[in-house]
Structure formats: structure tokens, C-alpha cells
């Protein structure tokens, strides 16, 4: 499946943005779609992850309480609702989808499963 992000931009600190991904087919029940992250000279990083049947959803420690996973089904589509940004939210956002629980996605690598290119997302202190 074919994965493409779109919503980066640049903001100030606390401010919000919404990461739109749009799969190229329909995604099965039985997969999870998430986001990743990896700034400037850091590894990739797991940021959030939703089921795609159910209303599991997983996120990182870093992003709890102010980032929302959420899909739409019927688009093929998963969004990230970032608020209260912080300049340590500075990266290159990745969606990704795979088979299995959303919480197996935290240890997805690039080398497996299905991902987007990146967005990049840019908060100004």
C-alpha cells in the first residue's frame, strides 16, 4: 500500500497542526496505521499508533495529552492532531501502516511494512 502525508508546516510554540495520511487502497481490519518522527541527526522515533477496527490507539510518553490519533475508514485516511506544540517537535513526520496491533508499531523499523514520505513540521520558540 501506498502512504501519502501531507499538513507540515511551521509554527510557533504552542501552536497546532493537523497531519493528514491517505492510504492508496483500502487498509484490512486486522492492520494499525501510525506516525513516526525523526529530527536532525536523531533516530526515527514511534510517535502515535490507531487500529484500524477498534479504538486502540498507543502514543509515545513525549506526545501524551497533546497529540490525537484518529482515522477515517472510509477515506482510507489517519490523522495526527498536534497541540501545544514545542520546538522538541521538530521533525520529519512518517506515517506508516502495517499488520498487527498498534502497539506492535513501536518497534516497527523502515525496513518493514508500508510508509509515506515524510512532512516536515518546524515549531519556532
Known amino acids: 500500500v501506498q502512504l501519502q502525508a501531507s499538513g507540515g508546516g511551521s509554527v510557533q510554540a504552542g501552536g497546532s497542526l493537523r497531519l493528514s495520511c491517505a492510504a492508496s487502497r483500502r487498509i484490512l481490519s486486522s492492520w494499525s496505521m501510525g506516525w513516526f518522527r525523526q529530527a536532525p541527526g536523531k533516530e526515527r522515533e514511534f510517535v502515535a499508533a490507531t487500529s484500524w477496527s477498534d479504538t486502540r490507539t498507543y502514543y509515545a510518553d513525549s506526545v501524551k495529552g497533546r497529540f490525537t490519533i484518529s482515522r477515517d475508514n472510509a477515506r482510507n485516511t489517519v490523522f495526527l492532531q498536534m497541540n501545544s506544540l514545542e520546538p522538541a517537535d521538530t521533525a520529519v513526520y512518517y506515517c506508516?501502516?502495517?499488520?498487527?496491533?498498534?502497539?506492535?508499531?513501536?518497534?516497527?523499523?523502515?525496513?518493514?511494512?508500508?510508509w509515506g514520505q515524510g512532512t516536515q513540521v518546524t515549531v519556532s520558540s
Open positions: 506508516a501502516a502495517k499488520f498487527g496491533s498498534p502497539g506492535s508499531m513501536t518497534a516497527m523499523t523502515p525496513t518493514f511494512g508500508s
